[in-house]
């Protein structure tokens, strides 16, 4: 603990509370929105335009994160969608729905929750040193872990036995809780940058342009992790639909409460403590890139098998595995990409990435409520899965994947400076 410092441990605390609100509140979103109209199409037409708004949103925002104070943005963010969150408790103790305006709040949300991917990633690199990053990255995984099984349990009770709007307004003082933890941060959390280039814009507007584009161009540059993103962007395709069958499942498939569903999440939250805690020993065995390959399976294997699991049960353990392996994968991912971009340029980088690989979900959420229409719940879920398992091996077609993955995290950058020497031309980061 003392070595991550206390602006880690205020950051991650003031996180770990606005977690457990969010995800009650979207147990009660999903909830609320079925119970008034019991279509998974509704809930399809409010989640997907909100997903788009924050996809587009998040490249235009990604250049605050790189120039002004990242406390203050994760601040504001965590207050924007307090906000949203007071609105839809309104909303249901004076019992009006409208979709329209269910869908302008949670765009508003959406919004929020963009400017805190555009200053979050980059907070972090600002309150560790970069020795200590990979640690708190994991203590970052478990905590999450840890507030997702929480936020399961808190959300499905609170739902099924205190109603809607408890859950809303439970969501909106953690999300105050996770802004003021945010502020109190003393650390400066604004970006250092390296020489500015020759010829750069003074034209703030200009600059604003050259600063979204710059993002987009550093992944250009950067073809493996250009692949892999457009790998992972392929696997969103196939895992988004899961947001709108899941609800429906539990709700319509199964007839079971919000609890259930609540259950579901905090399994997917234990394999990813698990993971966490056990990864470690599992590398001294396996290779970073078969680690990633079987974790892509397994959560394929675990999807298509509860589409002919029977039972409440067994549902669980399912979901502990597609926890365990998503996380696996990811962690090992995100941990060699990121500690190859430098600071001045994480958000910018961390904007483009996230916008390749999650331009593909509103396809998949699109897509959702025509598979349960047209195939069943069952199917539509082994589609799902099968689609996953079917992606995993595609890794190992990406040129030099094997090589960067298996490499240490600290030679992953060197590597990169190997590959493409040209990488951060043109790019305004010095060195």
């Not at 963009?114 to 200053?119: G, Q, S, V």
């Not at 907070?123 to 970069?130: A, E, F, G, K, M």
């Not at 090992?332 to 994480?346: C, K």
Request: glycine letters at 10%.
């Amino acid at each position: 603990m003392t070595k991550l410092g206390r602006d880690f441990w205020l950051y991650r605390s003031g996180q770990f509370i606005s977690s457990l609100g969010d995800i009650c509140a979207s147990i009660a979103l999903a909830w609320w929105v079925l119970h008034k109209t019991g279509s998974g199409t509704a809930m399809a037409s409010i989640m997907m335009p909100a997903m788009l708004l924050r996809i587009f949103s998040l490249p235009l925002m990604a250049p605050l994160g790189d120039r002004f104070s990242r406390k203050a943005l994760v601040a504001y963010s965590n207050f924007s969608c307090a906000f949203a969150s007071l609105l839809f408790a309104a909303m249901v103790y004076l019992d009006i729905f409208n979709i329209r305006l269910v869908l302008a709040i949670s765009c508003l949300s959406s919004l929020g929750t963009a400017l805190f991917i555009a200053a979050g990633g980059g907070l972090l690199s600002s309150i560790v040193s970069r020795e200590n990053y990979r640690d708190a990255l994991r203590q970052t995984k478990m905590l999450g872990a840890v507030s997702s099984i929480l936020g399961g349990i808190i959300g499905g009770t609170v739902v099924s036995y205190m109603g809607f709007t408890a859950a809303f307004l439970f969501d909106a003082f953690s999300f105050i809780a996770g802004g003021a933890a945010a502020i109190a941060i003393s650390s400066s959390t604004i970006p250092e940058h390296g020489t500015v280039p020759a010829g750069t814009p003074t034209n703030r507007l200009i600059q604003w342009k050259e600063d979204i584009l710059a993002g987009f161009k550093f992944l250009k540059r950067l073809k493996i992790v250009m692949n892999i993103a457009l790998l992972l962007m392929c696997l969103n395709l196939f895992l988004a639909p899961l947001s709108i069958i899941l609800p429906i499942m539990v709700r319509e498939g199964q007839k079971l409460p919000a609890w259930y569903l609540g259950i579901l999440q905090t399994s997917l939250s234990v394999g990813v403590l698990l993971t966490s805690v056990f990864l470690g020993f599992v590398a001294k065995r396996l290779r970073n890139s078969q680690i990633i390959c079987l974790g892509f399976v397994l959560v394929g294997m675990g999807l298509a098998t509860l589409s002919v699991t029977k039972g409440s049960a067994l549902p669980v353990v399912v979901f502990v595995c597609v926890g365990t392996g998503m996380t696996a994968a990811m962690i090992l991912l995100s941990t060699q990409v990121m500690t190859a971009v430098p600071d001045a340029f994480r958000a910018r980088f961390s904007a483009a990435s996230s916008f390749l690989i999650d331009i593909s979900r509103p396809a998949g959420l699109a897509a959702s409520g025509l598979m349960v229409d047209s195939f069943g719940i069952n199917m539509a879920l082994a589609m799902v899965g099968l689609g996953v398992v079917a992606l995993s091996p595609v890794i190992f077609l990406i040129p030099k994947f094997s090589v960067f993955v298996d490499s240490k995290p600290e030679e992953a950058g060197l590597l990169i400076r190997q590959w493409y020497p040209s990488v951060y031309c043109g790019a305004g980061v010095g060195g």
